[in-house]
């Protein structure tokens, strides 16, 4: 980049060197004055050397004085004794702090566990209250859990003692055991499912002549059909796997209503009767 080109920038330039050279010889010639040191300004204050004084004229300068005689001051022995360090007395004031503050957790753990205890003790009471409620309720509907006064003999179960074995409380799906089967005939006999009704049933023919009973365990989907069936020795009276092997055929052609409620995989039984000719 080029300076000075034109005859503008000449003249400027001229004109600004001779200015600064003006002002540079005022300022070597003249200068800037000052004084040394700088006048005082304000009012001076006596800060004094002495303790004591007088007149009315203010010097920087020591003043001659006269000596004077300080009276001696008796010096008194010391005859307190040293009085006990108060770290005792703080040991003391922290342990009754530390025994006090002890003895009141204890007693606010106490009076927790009590309370505890007193919500333990209401909630078996009460759970006692509505357990003796719901026998009562039972003894009311079948006449005692204990024995009956009841005329009819008989029941359903599987167990030796009289009576309808199961809970009213319990589940419609439970599983089914044998005895409480529906249905009769041969070649599809009896059948158990509770809470399930029956679509429609299954028969294979046995390639045999012989007869008997065989009692087929099955487990149902939701859906209705038959995930797994094998024979339960529990009221069959044959031993035959020609009967066998045709009832558990039959079985998986078993099919029930469809239940989105039932449980998946629940128990049942199917009772087939195979006679000869049939």
Sequence with gaps: MKYLETEHEKKSFAISAAIMAVLLLLFIFF?????????????AINFGNTDAGSGNTNTTEPVKTEPREVPEQPVEEATSEPTAPSKVAENVITADNEATIAIKRQKEEAKAKASAEAVAKAAEQKKKKEEADKKAKLDALIGGVKSSDGKTTGGDGTS??????????GSIYSNSYYGSGKGTGTGTGAWGLNGRRLSSPGAV?????????VVVEVKVSKSGTVTNAKFSPSGSNTTS???KEAAIKSAYKYRWNDDSNAPDGQIGFIVFNFRNGE
């Design 160 to 169: 030796t003692t009289p009576g309808n074995q199961g809970k009213l409380d």
């Design 205 to 213: 023919k046995a390639d045999c002549n012989d007869e008997g009973t």
């Design 241 to 243: 796997t020609c009967l």
């Design 31 to 43: 200068g800037l004055s000052y004084m040394d040191p700088p006048p005082e300004n304000g009012i």
